[in-house]
């Protein structure tokens, strides 16, 4: 299994970015796709993620400003990321969840929101 993230960059504070992912290879029993990110020296902490019935969950740093959504047919997961902040600005990663307790990761995206 291959998790494929896309859509970070450089932007600045106020601004929007849209994060992708999409996977492939043998996924079986699907529960849910999210986003984490990760700066330097702490852990990784959960952004938001979504079941396979669009039921969302969002870490409240974030509620208001990030939507995060799926195409359960395409294995796809987006995150629209809007009014970013500089604490914002980390390494963003994709993951996949599945009914087995299996986790899988995208290989990360950096993300960073000038002042």
């Known amino acids: 299994v291959q998790l494929q993230a896309s859509g970070g960059g450089l932007v600045q504070a106020g601004g929007s970015l849209r994060l992708s992912c999409a996977a492939s290879?043998?996924?079986?029993?699907?529960?849910?796709m999210g986003w984490y990110r990760q700066a330097p020296g702490k852990q990784r902490e959960l952004v938001a993620d979504?079941?396979?019935?669009?039921?969302?969950n969002y870490a409240d740093s974030v509620k208001g400003r990030f939507t995060i959504s799926r195409d359960n047919a395409e294995n796809a997961v987006y995150l629209q990321m809007n009014n970013l902040k500089p604490e914002d600005t980390d390494v963003y990663y994709c993951?996949?969840?599945?009914?087995?307790?299996?986790?899988?990761w995208g290989q990360g995206t950096l993300v960073t929101v000038s002042s």
């Open positions: 290879g043998n996924i079986y029993r699907i529960d849910t």
């Open positions: 979504i079941t396979t019935t669009s039921i969302a």
């Open positions: 993951n996949l969840h599945t009914w087995v307790g299996r986790d899988y």
